[in-house]
């Protein structure tokens, strides 16, 4: 089973840019879909962005559209997650997660590798 490895979280002000990536190296999966969920302090687990593994199917969630854009390296089997003018309602724990079996982006459960999370924060 491959590992995750996240990088690019950290702190901005308001209305301020980050980057996030994930490498899955050895991930395999064809038809596979990966992206990120964020979780801040009491407060459910909440889907952000994922993306089809070299393909163009592609979700965001409604309170991201817009300001955050995922974008792949197949060839390095990473994904990216920029993500602009952020809010006071982003700061969370970033989780990159990928499914190991073909499904759609939105079956959630399908969810079962994930990285070790990257913090973003954002002051006002």
């Known amino acids: 089973q491959s590992q995750l490895v996240e990088s690019g979280g950290g702190s901005v002000q308001a209305g301020g840019s980050l980057t996030l990536s994930c490498a899955a190296p050895g991930h395999t999966y064809r038809d596979s879909c990966m992206g990120w969920f964020r979780q801040s302090s009491g407060k459910e687990r909440e889907e952000v962005a994922f993306r089809r593994l070299g393909g163009v199917a592609t979700y965001y969630a409604d309170s991201v559209k817009g300001r955050f854009t995922i974008s792949e390296d197949y060839a390095k089997t990473t994904v990216y997650l920029k993500m602009t003018n952020l809010k006071p309602e982003d700061p969370a724990m970033y989780y990159c997660?990928?499914?190991?079996?073909?499904?759609?982006?939105?079956?959630?459960?399908?969810?079962?590798?994930w990285g070790q999370g990257t913090q973003v924060t954002v002051s006002s």
């Open positions: 997660a990928v499914t190991t079996s073909p499904s759609p982006c939105d079956a959630w459960h399908r969810y079962n590798t």
